[in-house]
């Protein structure tokens, strides 16, 4: 996640909560449950915003519950 979840991370996201995934346009994806806290990395995951890369440097790990077939 970039710097604006930052607070949400720090503050409502917690080991054993879950979540649902949606990617941009609606579309579900997964329902997931973090299984660690928060960490902060720099490491270059090669991702990208719009055609540019772009880090996410606020990350937690996450098991997938439940996975979209489409």
């Known amino acids: 996640m970039d710097f604006r979840y930052f607070i949400t991370l720090r503050d409502f996201v917690s080991k054993g909560d879950r979540a649902v995934v949606y990617v ?11 299984i660690d ?22 990350r937690i790990k996450f ?3 439940f996975e979209s077939k489409n």
Not at 49 to 56: A, E, F, N, P, Q
Request: proline fraction near 3%; charged fraction near 30%; charge should be positive.
């Open 37 to 58: 806290k928060y960490f902060y990395s720099e490491e270059d995951l090669g991702w990208t915003k719009g055609k540019s890369k772009y880090l996410y440097p606020y």
């Open 63 to 65: 098991k997938i519950l």
């Open 24 to 34: 941009h346009g609606g579309k579900f994806v997964s329902i997931i449950e973090f």
